[in-house]
């Protein structure tokens, strides 16, 4: 199976590293700026977007961490699998998309990026059999697509939106990696997602008990 997988906050950790470039930069606490309901432009102004093209246009893109299970996960996939990063990146900020890759030793050797075009188009021409993505309105174009589409939960900065019946929510990588698994088996994506909720669900009352 090919898989298709968002590069700025899926495989990055880009959340946590606007929450501690905010702090050192202004001693802006991002998290009690969107809690007033402002944002953090209302406070820095075009400062901001200043920051938003560092991370994506210098090497401080080098320096994005890694979500917690990424490696593991990928790594594990990449046995079986082959891994594309399906970017909505412009292609002059993918300059430290493959470096990066790179350093984390995470084996995907393919980067696409779309300019910002939707990326359903993409998946299509790429016959990816999933992809993965932490915005869900990524995917409101991938109804009826081939495609199983793959919300991956958990972003500092949730967006509250509510996907589509068609988007399958996974709370980590580690989640992801059994729905993979069982769409491998041919088992269809709307039964590999209720199975791989059950098991969030499972593990939930694990951790509270």
Same mark, same amino acid.
């Given at each position: 199976?090919?898989?298709?997988?968002?590069?700025?906050?899926?495989?990055?950790?880009?959340? $946590?590293?606007?929450?501690?470039?905010?702090?050192?930069?202004?001693?802006?606490?991002?998290?009690? @700026?969107?809690?007033?309901?402002?944002?953090?432009?209302?406070? $820095?102004?075009? #400062?901001?977007?200043?920051?938003?093209?560092?991370?994506?246009?210098?090497?401080?893109?080098?320096?994005?961490?890694?979500?917690?299970?990424?490696?593991?996960?990928?790594?594990?996939?990449?046995?079986? &699998?082959?891994?594309? @990063?399906?970017?909505?990146?412009?292609?002059?900020?993918? =300059?430290?998309?493959?470096?990066?890759?790179?350093?984390?030793?995470?084996?995907?050797?393919?980067? $696409?990026?779309?300019?910002?075009?939707?990326? &359903?188009?993409?998946?299509? %021409?790429?016959?990816?059999?999933? &992809?993965?993505?932490?915005?869900?309105?990524?995917? %409101? &174009?991938? @109804?009826?697509?081939?495609?199983?589409?793959?919300?991956?939960?958990?972003?500092?900065?949730?967006?509250?939106?509510?996907?589509?019946?068609?988007?399958?929510?996974?709370?980590?990588?580690?989640?992801?990696?059994?729905?993979?698994?069982?769409? =491998? #088996?041919? @088992?269809?994506?709307? $039964?590999?997602? #209720?199975?791989?909720?059950?098991?969030?669900?499972?593990?939930?009352?694990?951790?509270?008990?």
């Amino acid at each position: 199976m090919r898989i298709g997988i968002d590069f700025d906050d899926t495989l990055t950790d880009w959340g $946590v590293m606007l929450t501690s470039e905010a702090a050192r930069r202004w001693d802006l606490d991002l998290a009690e @700026v969107y809690r007033s309901g402002r944002t953090p432009a209302d406070h $820095v102004g075009e #400062q901001w977007r200043r920051l938003i093209l560092d991370l994506m246009e210098t090497e401080l893109s080098l320096a994005l961490p890694v979500k917690p299970g990424a490696i593991e996960v990928t790594r594990s996939l990449a046995e079986r &699998h082959e891994l594309v @990063v399906l970017t909505a990146r412009h292609e002059h900020e993918c =300059e430290f998309v493959a470096p990066w890759l790179r350093e984390h030793d995470i084996p995907i050797d393919r980067v $696409v990026f779309t300019n910002r075009a939707p990326k &359903h188009t993409f998946a299509s %021409d790429l016959e990816l059999g999933v &992809h993965l993505d932490d915005t869900a309105r990524v995917f %409101d &174009h991938f @109804v009826d697509h081939t495609c199983a589409s793959a919300l991956l939960l958990g972003s500092v900065f949730d967006r509250h939106e509510e996907p589509l019946a068609h988007v399958r929510s996974v709370e980590s990588w580690h989640l992801f990696a059994d729905l993979v698994a069982e769409l =491998e #088996q041919g @088992v269809p994506p709307e $039964v590999a997602a #209720q199975h791989v909720e059950a098991a969030a669900r499972a593990a939930d009352g694990t951790r509270e008990g």
